[in-house]
């Protein structure tokens, strides 16, 4: 099993559609989590931690399940600028792991 | 104004030269890293520094070597470069070591090794 997995996708929604992504984690002891966004050939930039309770920044959200060791990240009402990849990451005690991502392509 | 800088931006050289990439950065941040991404897109920490001290260290050739002369700057050499090393290298930083998630990274050189 990977220490970090997403499935790649694409995930093709429309515009205003809710869409979804999960990220499970190998390591029961992972401390910290994250969601990345990079766009095609560009730099990977923080979009938001994850914390414990869950927590909202606008339109995305995001979830941790610490018992499935999964964390996911809602977006709602898409947007055309919301394209990108969506890295999930994952840290314990010096060892950073990111996920592969996962594509996203908004429509009009 | 750029935060984290890395220069070249696009790297092209035969098999077995040696070959350098610097970084910097300006926010003042104690930690660097050096991440490389391959083809499938899998991004994977090699190196990270704190306040010019080797703190992460993984599993790469040791023809690949880091050096930070002061904590603004991280380089990376490569020496003997092969097929392989061909990939999207980033450079990144955090305020401090702790702060792992707070990251900001480098726009990337792309290397290509012929």
């Known amino acids: 099993r990977k220490e970090v997995e997403q499935d790649p996708g694409p995930f093709n929604v429309p515009e205003g559609a809710t869409v979804a992504f999960n990220c499970t984690y190998s390591n029961s002891a992972s401390q910290s989590f994250f969601w990345y966004r990079q766009d095609c050939r560009k730099e990977p930039k923080l979009l938001m931690s994850?914390?414990?309770s869950g927590n909202e920044d606008g339109r995305f959200t995001a979830q941790l399940n610490r018992a499935s060791q999964y964390i996911s990240l809602l977006i709602r009402d898409s947007k055309l600028s919301d394209s990108a990849t969506y890295l999930c990451?994952?840290?314990?005690?010096?060892?950073?792991?990111f996920g592969a991502g996962t594509r996203l392509t908004v429509k009009p | 104004d750029t935060a984290v800088s890395q220069t070249p931006k696009y790297l092209v050289t035969q098999m077995g030269n040696d070959k350098s990439i610097k970084c910097e950065q300006n926010l003042g941040h104690d930690t660097m890293y050096w991440y490389k991404q391959d083809s499938k897109k899998f991004l994977k920490i090699m190196f990270s520094?704190?306040?010019?001290?080797?703190?992460i260290n993984e599993t790469v050739p040791n023809r690949f070597s880091p050096k930070s002369p002061d904590k603004a700057h991280l380089n990376l050499h490569i020496n003997s470069l092969e097929l392989g090393d061909s990939a999207v290298y980033f450079c990144?930083?955090?305020?401090?070591?702790?702060?792992?998630?707070?990251?900001?990274f480098g726009p990337g050189t792309r290397l290509t090794v012929l």
């Open positions: 990144a930083s955090s305020p401090t070591r702790r702060e792992v998630g707070l990251q900001f």
């Open positions: 520094y704190n306040n010019k001290e080797l703190i």
């Open positions: 994850v914390y414990s």
């Open positions: 990451v994952v840290y314990n005690n010096n060892d950073m792991r």
